[in-house]
């Protein structure tokens, strides 16, 4: 099984989505409140919780945006996406 992590940010909210061989196991939106950076790390938690999973079980975390790349829930996104790779990869 292959565990893929989709943030999908519009203006309005974002989703948090988890794959599983490219389907739809669960997700989470929630509204633009300036907050990305908690909000995301608590959505990751839960949805890792909710499966049963542990972080390293997710093997990819993809962002998709239609946010210009210098709005900072875009960059925190981005941040989030590669510390989340660089500490599940940790041997």
């Known amino acids: 099984m292959k565990y893929i992590f989709r943030l999908e940010l519009q203006k309005e909210s974002s989703k948090l989505i988890l794959l599983e061989d490219d389907k739809e196991v ?34 990819d975390f993809v962002v998709e945006s239609e946010l210009p790349d210098v709005y900072t829930s875009t960059r925190i996104a981005e941040t989030v996406k590669k510390v989340y790779a660089f500490g599940v990869k940790r041997k």
């Open 26 to 59: 669960a997700e989470r939106t929630w509204p633009e409140a300036r907050d990305m950076g908690t909000k995301l790390f608590e959505v990751i938690s839960a949805l890792l919780d909710e499966q049963g999973l542990k972080p390293s079980a997710v093997e």
